[in-house]
C-alpha cells in the first residue's frame, strides 16, 4: 500500500484570513498614526484618532490569536532558496516582527492619556493613570513604531524582490 505525503504550497484560509487582517490594520494605523500630527486641533482629529484605538484594541487579540495558531497550523516549508543561514535569518526576522506589532500594540494601550470608547460606542478605561508611565510608553510606542515601519518596508521590498526574479512561490505561500 502506497501513501502519499502532501506538502501544503501555502498556508491555510485561516492563516491567511489572520495575515491580511493584521496587515490592513497595520498599515491603516500607521499611517494615521502620523497624518494624525497633522490633524491635531481639526474636527477630524478625535473621529480617526478613537478609529486608530479602536483598531489597535481589536488586532490585540487578533494578533494573538495569529501568534498562538502558528504553533497549530500546517507547516509550509520554505523554497530550496531560502535554506541555511538564510532561513535562519528569514524566521529570526518573522519573531522580530511579531514581538515588534505586540509592542506597538500593547504600548499604544498604555500610553493612552484618556479613556475612550471603542469605534465610538463601548467605553474603555485607559489602564494607567500616571502621566510619566503615560509618557513612557508613548516614547516606546513611537520607537517601536519605527522600527515597525523599517521591518514592513523590508518584508514588502523582500516579498517584491522574490517576485520579480522569478520566484513567486514566497508570495504565492499567503495569497
Not at 144 to 159: D, R
Request: aromatic letters at 14%; glycine letters at 6%.
Amino acid at each position: 500500500m502506497q501513501t502519499s505525503l502532501v506538502i501544503a504550497k501555502r498556508y491555510d484560509r485561516f492563516s491567511r484570513l489572520l495575515h491580511w487582517v493584521v496587515a490592513a490594520v497595520i498599515i491603516y494605523a500607521m499611517c494615521m498614526g502620523y497624518i494624525l500630527h497633522a490633524l491635531e486641533g481639526t474636527r477630524w482629529f478625535t473621529f480617526f484618532s478613537v478609529l486608530n484605538m479602536s483598531l489597535g484594541t481589536i488586532a490585540t487579540p487578533i494578533m494573538i490569536v495569529r501568534f498562538v495558531w502558528r504553533f497549530f497550523r500546517p507547516s509550509v516549508p520554505y523554497p530550496a532558496t531560502v535554506a541555511g543561514r538564510k532561513k535562519q535569518l528569514v524566521v529570526f526576522i518573522h519573531e522580530l516582527f511579531y514581538l515588534t506589532i505586540m509592542v506597538v500594540l500593547v504600548s499604544g494601550f498604555l500610553m493612552l492619556q484618556k479613556d475612550y470608547n471603542l469605534f465610538g460606542l463601548v467605553p474603555v478605561s485607559r489602564p494607567i493613570t500616571i502621566a510619566e508611565v503615560n509618557a513612557f510608553f508613548f516614547q516606546v510606542h513611537r520607537y517601536s513604531c519605527i522600527l515597525l515601519g523599517v521591518i514592513l518596508l523590508g518584508h514588502v521590498a523582500a516579498v517584491l524582490k522574490y517576485t520579480f526574479s522569478g520566484q513567486r512561490e514566497i508570495l504565492q505561500r499567503m495569497l
